[in-house]
């Protein structure tokens, strides 16, 4: 276990996100010309855009150690959040802290271009997550072994990559980084059976060292299996936070009498 | 509570004040992905080309052999030696264009990093300036090769550039500021708006003409459109535009003071190196970069929620 056992490493309080939601005539010239006429001309308000409240009044603790599930339907905010924490958009009000060295897997292979070898795209995307040059060369072997390929391979083009050969090289590159919080969001097993194996046995070994993971997915089977607790978003907001056996059963009825009673009306 | 970890605060108002400080701070912490940026960038300009980067030292050469046949020889202004005057003033010229231009789209080139990865935005101006630096240099050498091999064969050797060569990286510097303020200003804009990107192509265009690239700026004192009595103006006018001084301060830095009218013509003498405008222009370059800087900072967490 990590010496930082029982701190607060993520401190969410009260945030909120709007969203503008730009109508199909705003952002050409043309269409802002207008409404910008409109508002000085007609003193009318913009009809640019509308608002939407993706995050409202969202806090939450998480310490040291532990894996959080967030879950909910679609909307619910729980990207927002993440991009929130990972410095991607900043909020519209509250605040938030993060304590220790942090990543952000909002998608696996961000930053791999096509044309570069395998071994460009290796170092660059590596780097771009916060490790040092040096670090990549001592972790390059081990990464290349854990996404099974050769030495040749990582010479060519990354187009020349099947997509499977893509996402374990992505894969292969986030099991390597250092960091004691992690958030992640959605598509934790990728490739085959045997790889999907292979990257479970990682997260186990990340919380085995007492590492914080905060997890997006859809899949409540991975949720049940890793974290050992559970935030309920729904509409921008927390509607509900506690130990995984607990809450996610109730989440999963309602989803299941959303989904029935969709059918319903349908 | 006592903490040596890590630690960021996140809240609604970015870093307090201009953010000068904070960014160059921030921009220091991540040199080595800047450098990492700047490599990819010169690794992707050419990956599929046969003679890869040699394309950068054809270009310049091949743009100033066509612009050399129209004014040089068809029009026949300017002096014997005016094909490596205007390859010397095209330096300057070709880095603040490509620079402006491939910096304004840098944001959106990179947006698929940016949704998902957090690092200083400046960092994708600064690297595509400091790959248009390096292009720079490379310009620079087939400038020199030109002059001191080439052309030394067919008329002689030129002579020695003047004292003032030294200052060379100082002008370079100056330029550099220049650009990155304006780069970061254009490139806040063209990541909301792309039109600017277009209406930036076409006002180079322009701007090009206005540059004493194919002419020299001494031109202006004798050009017989312009009253007299506001000509020495218009030349002093023309000259407090950074660009257009740091056109000129290149040509002086390479050329001794010679005469440039054509031959057959009233003499026009080659005005001398200015230090007034070096420090004009080097003041001007700093406000713009702060102002850009500034400015950036301001609009770098929209870019994520453009329209």
């Keep these: 276990m990590s010496k930082n056992d029982n701190l607060t490493v993520i401190d969410v309080r009260n945030i909120a996100k709007d969203f503008r939601v ?14 910008w006429l409109r508002r000085a001309l007609k003193h009318e308000p913009s009809v640019g855009f509308s608002i939407r409240h993706a995050l409202s009044g969202v806090s939450f603790a998480i310490t040291s150690g532990e894996t959080v599930g967030l879950v909910g339907r679609n909307g619910a905010g729980k990207s927002t959040l993440l991009s929130i924490l990972s410095r991607i958009c900043l909020p519209t009000s509250g605040e938030a802290d993060v304590y220790g060295d942090m990543i952000s897997l909002l998608q696996l292979g961000a930053g791999f271009h096509p044309e570069l070898t395998g071994v ?15 670090q990549v060369r001592d972790r390059f072997d081990k990464i290349i072994d854990f996404s ?24 292969g590159i986030a099991a390597h980084l250092e960091a004691d919080i992690l958030l992640i969001d959605e598509g934790l097993a990728v490739g085959d059976a045997a790889f999907q194996q292979k990257c479970l046995n990682k997260m186990r070994e990340y919380q085995s060292e007492g590492r914080t993971i905060v997890m997006v997915s859809h899949e409540t089977d991975s949720i049940s299996r890793f974290a050992s607790r559970v935030i309920w978003m729904e509409h921008g907001k927390v509607r509900m936070d506690g130990p995984t056996q607990e809450i996610l059963p109730k989440y999963i009825d309602a ?8 059918v319903k009306v349908g | 509570m006592p903490d040596s970890r890590p630690h960021i605060h996140i809240s609604p108002t970015p870093a307090p004040g201009w953010g000068i400080v904070s960014t160059i701070k921030e921009v220091y912490a991540y040199r080595a992905m800047l450098r990492m940026l700047v490599i990819r960038s010169l690794r992707l300009r050419y990956k599929n080309s ?39 003033a095209y330096l300057p010229w070709n880095f603040f264009q490509t620079s402006l231009l491939d910096s304004s789209s840098s944001v959106l080139t990179y947006m698929d990093i940016v949704e998902k990865v957090y690092l200083p ?50 002008v370079f510097l100056i330029e550099a500021a220049f650009v990155t303020g304006l780069s970061l200003i254009l490139c806040a804009w063209t990541t909301f708006y792309e039109d ?35 000509r020495t103006l218009a030349y002093h006018v023309y000259l407090l535009l950074p660009m257009t001084w740091i056109v000129m301060a290149f ?27 070096l420090a004009y222009s080097a003041l001007i370059s700093l406000v713009v970069l702060i102002a850009g800087m500034a400015y950036f900072n301001r609009m770098k967490w929209k870019f994520t929620e453009r329209p």
């Design chain 1, 22 to 35: 730009y109508h199909r005539s705003y952002g050409s010239l043309k269409g802002m010309t207008a409404d």
């Design chain 1, 120 to 134: 460009e795209n290796v170092f660059f995307s590596a780097m771009l997550r916060g490790l040092t040059e040096q």
């Design chain 1, 148 to 171: 099974e390929l050769d030495t040749s391979t990582m010479d060519l083009p990354l187009r020349m990559y099947s997509s499977g050969m893509q996402l374990r090289l992505a894969f």
């Design chain 1, 255 to 262: 989803s299941s009498d959303e989904e029935r009673e969709g």
């Design chain 2, 50 to 88: 046969s003679i890869g980067v040699l394309w950068s030292l054809i270009m310049p050469l091949m743009q100033v052999l066509v612009l050399w046949v129209v004014v040089g020889f068809v029009l026949n202004t300017g002096p014997s030696n005016m094909s490596a005057y205007m390859l010397c």
């Design chain 2, 121 to 170: 935005r400046e960092l994708l101006v600064f690297a595509t300036i400091l790959a248009n630096a390096v292009h720079f240099v490379m310009a620079l050498i087939v400038f020199l090769a030109y002059r001191y091999l080439i052309t030394s064969f067919i008329f002689g050797w030129p002579g020695m550039p003047p004292t003032e060569i030294f200052l060379l990286p100082v």
């Design chain 2, 196 to 230: 600017v990107k277009y209406i930036l192509m076409v006002t180079l265009n322009l701007v090009f003409y206005f540059m004493p690239v194919l002419y020299f700026a001494e031109n202006i004192r004798y050009a017989e459109r312009i009253p007299l009595h506001l």
């Design chain 2, 251 to 277: 040509k002086q830095m390479f050329f001794k003071i010679a005469n440039i009218a054509p031959r057959g013509h009233v003499p026009i003498i080659s005005a001398p190196f200015d230090y007034r405008l």
